[in-house]
């Protein structure tokens, strides 16, 4: 694997169609949903585009013969639609709160078949944090199989950091989740998380569109659907797995910085959630 990594700065830009205008509650997370972001770090949104949009986005992409980067918007407008779906909105709202912008830095990634990766890479420079502040919005316009190259990433990754060259070094890990998913899915992940491109061993080019959204506030309250009675029961439970691909030292560290992130995301800044011991999976 040889590591290619982008580095951005994240900062709040003014966004042109794509607006924070007001949600509908019913597409706001649960819960359970953020506690498992929390987690994980990644999570899968599957909305259903009106028909015809992903297989048109796909056609377009294949058929330019440069990569526009910044500019792919301008390129293929439909895109916007992608962003705009409630579901998608109501997910970024719900991490990164309602007044959510869309980052001026997005990038058209296509991984042709050939037998090269991308080696293991977090994105932008290595001062990393805790909170939710800044997501990737990975869509991607046709069905991903395992032959294809996914988008592999790695669970609970968001916590930790390591220098992209030494990253480089590193094969497969255990735990690692390969992106395979259906045309029209936008894989919400935060932005720490390590991540990299696999071999496309298929015959036709793989597509995916990286955008980024960043906090614009911090948080005073919970932005998704919170149940004030069950949620930091819900939260409890989920912090205190164990994390299956760490040692007992690692596990008892990212256990006590899922409770900060999750309290961060409440509006709280001092006393974290309780997080119950348990030493099954997630």
């Given at each position: 694997m040889t590591a290619t990594a982008t580095t951005v700065t994240p900062s709040p830009v003014t966004p042109r169609p794509w607006t924070a205008k007001p949600i509908d509650r019913q597409y706001l997370l649960s819960d359970e949903q953020v506690a498992k972001f929390v987690v994980h770090g990644y999570m899968l949104v599957t909305p259903e585009h009106r028909a015809g949009v992903n297989e048109t986005i796909d056609a377009q992409l294949s058929a330019?013969?440069?990569?526009?980067?910044?500019d792919i918007l301008d390129e293929v407008p439909l895109l916007y639609e992608v962003y705009n779906h409630p579901m998608v909105r109501g997910a970024l709202a719900s991490l990164l709160g309602h007044d959510v912008a869309m980052h001026e830095h997005r990038h058209w990634h296509n991984r042709g078949p050939g037998p090269w990766s991308q080696g293991w890479h977090q994105d932008s420079t290595n001062e990393r944090h805790h909170q939710v502040r800044v997501v990737l919005g990975?869509?991607?316009?046709?069905?991903?199989?395992p032959e294809m190259g996914p988008t592999v990433i790695l669970p609970g990754s968001h916590f930790r950091n390591c220098p992209t060259d030494r990253m480089a070094t590193y094969g497969n890990i255990r735990g690692q989740v390969p992106v395979t998913v259906k045309a029209g899915t936008v894989a919400i992940t935060h932005y720490d998380i390590w991540h990299g491109g696999s071999i496309n061993r298929s015959s036709r080019v793989r597509h995916m569109l990286k955008f980024l959204f960043n906090r614009t506030s911090e948080p005073t309250g919970p932005a998704w659907n919170h149940d004030?009675?069950?949620g930091p029961a819900i939260a409890s439970e989920y912090f205190g797995h164990w994390s299956p691909n760490t040692g007992q030292s690692d596990s008892y560290k990212e256990r006590g910085l899922r409770a900060e992130c999750w309290n961060h995301l409440m509006g709280k800044t001092k006393a974290p959630v309780e997080t119950k011991a348990s030493s099954g999976g997630y």
């Open positions: 330019m013969t440069r990569n526009p980067g910044n990975l869509y991607y316009p046709h069905d991903v199989t004030p009675v069950k």
